[in-house]
């Protein structure tokens, strides 16, 4: 089981959801406690993607026991978040 950590700028877009939504993507995140085999971003990137439906939830794992959500949104903002240079 993980240890979730949070990003000091990771809900910039979250707060702007309904409350319905909020709920939706707060439960995904609940569940990245056990999620076993996560999808990487991209190869060579330390970020790993979870996807509920138009929603993504990025994370990155600073240890073995930890995961770090860095980012959620919808999958337009979540392009134009993982292409910044």
Known sequence: MFELEFAED???QYKKFDKPV???IW???QKLKVLEKPRH???GEPFFVEE???YR???EQP???ARRIVFVGTHKQ???WYKKP
Do not use: A, N, V
Request: proline content about 0%; aromatic content about 12%.
């Open 10 to 12: 990771w809900d910039r």
């Open 22 to 24: 909020k709920e939706i």
């Open 27 to 29: 439960k995904k995140i």
């Open 41 to 43: 971003l991209k190869h």
């Open 52 to 54: 509920t439906g138009q």
């Open 57 to 59: 939830i990025c994370f």
């Open 63 to 65: 240890s073995k026991s």
């Open 78 to 80: 979540y392009e134009k």
